[in-house]
DNA sequence: CCAATGTATCTCAGTACTAAGACAACTGGG
DNA sequence: CCCAGTTGTCTTAGTACTGAGATACATTGG
């Protein structure tokens, strides 16, 4: 079964057969292939009156575990975005009452990001019904090949440079 | 060697050990790769005066093969945007001299853009620089490894319904 | 202890996008 | 032939982001 980018290669070949374009053949799928499946998670999310920002800022609060609490560098070493987004991304959770933000103790310039009961609540309500749209976003593979896609995709990550906490763009 | 994705699936099992958090190990690296991929390509892009927008569009036109030419609907097709997306874009390449929009022949509604001879220049000394920075990043994986990759995205696409021309949204 | 440098957060202007809808031009069934 | 519905393109307001830089606090070497 051929898929869009089957026919881009193919195009290409016939109008710059000088040219390998088989570099597209991952890189133009990947391209595709995130932006259809974020556009399924964000129907999952508005369900629960989130978008992915909003999502990725209290899951990652979430699963540092208890006390649910981060400063926005370690959100923003977590996140790809820069510490501009991180900054309106807290108004809009603060404003919502999904967070709280308190000065730090122990530093001056920074503060303390926090779950409130509410945050808390909507991201393990919402959290269930994420994975399963994840799930059913991946039930066309089987385990091998989903082994397989996993382990490629780790290798060009290492290979990028994404194996510590680090901003939103590589070096 | 451990990449991020790693990290935050082991966090997810120490808090939240009664989810399956596997789809993370795919959807998550797909996210974080395609961010990576994408700031690696907008710095070749930007050499040429370009970005990822004008250049989705310019590659379209040029791969159609001579005359150059699509209506905003085909370009559409092939990209991942809306309309509206697709009408700014031509208004910022029409303002360059790189396409031209001229009424269509056969329906009044539409309209032929073409490249310009200075938008073909553009996109064919562009063309082999961002194959080549395509090409190194994707240098970390061997053959095999590549195979299995685009096996397995293509299998996704295709259960995700990327088979033919379509727009920016699955329905 | 201080000055220089570094770090944490936030602000703000500019950018490209989406969602919704306007509008003109097509099409097909009666 | 006509008109209801469809299609192709564009417009506009609103959104979330980036890039640049401001500010305040922290750290370090002399």
Do not use: C, N
């Amino acid at each position: 079964m051929a898929d869009h980018v089957d026919r881009v290669v193919q195009q290409w070949g016939a109008e710059r057969p000088d040219l390998d374009v088989s570099p597209m053949e991952v890189i133009g799928r990947l391209k595709r292939l995130t932006r259809l499946v974020d556009a399924e998670l964000k129907r999952t999310f508005a369900e629960h009156d989130l978008d992915a920002a909003s999502f990725d800022v209290l899951a990652t609060l979430r699963r540092s575990g208890p006390p649910y609490r981060l400063t926005p560098t370690g959100l923003l070493q977590s996140s790809m975005v820069t510490s501009g987004a991180i900054s309106q991304r807290l108004d809009r959770l603060e404003a919502r009452g999904l967070v709280t933000r308190t000065p730090s103790g122990s530093d001056g310039r920074s503060r303390d990001v926090a779950l409130t009961p509410e945050g808390q609540a909507l991201i393990d309500r919402a959290l269930p019904d994420h994975l399963a749209t994840e799930h059913r976003v991946l039930a066309g593979l089987d385990e091998p090949q989903t082994e397989a896609l996993v382990e490629a995709l780790r290798t060009l990550l290492v290979h990028l440079g994404d194996t510590s906490a680090r901003g939103p763009a590589p070096e």
